[in-house]
């Protein structure tokens, strides 16, 4: 994964939580898994108080979900998305 992609997830601080919503054996939940066993050390490195919640369940289909300030929370879909896609979400969101 890029360097240059996950240095640009540095987040905003009005971003609370992160929460990766991820299946430990789909196909479909492949690239968060690359994302979390090579990305997230340097991603929590960039962001070192923010909290990281990784969820594994079972048969759930991959989602990332951004808590904001006042509770404000949005989702997105991460299904079939690659480690590099998780990253870019990430960013778009942490804006």
Not at 20 to 32: F, I, N, P, R, Y
């Amino acid at each position: 994964m890029r360097l240059s992609l996950l240095r640009a997830a540095r987040l905003n601080p009005a971003v609370k939580e992160l929460r990766l919503h991820l299946c430990q054996t789909g196909e479909e939940s492949k690239g968060v898994r690359d994302f979390v066993s090579s990305g997230y050390a340097q991603f929590k490195r960039e962001n070192p108080k923010l909290p990281i919640l990784v969820r594994e369940c079972s048969g759930v289909q991959p989602r990332l979900w951004v808590r904001y300030e006042m509770g404000k929370e949005k989702s997105v879909t991460l299904t079939n998305a690659g480690a590099a896609d998780v990253a870019k979400h990430i960013a778009e969101l942490g804006k």
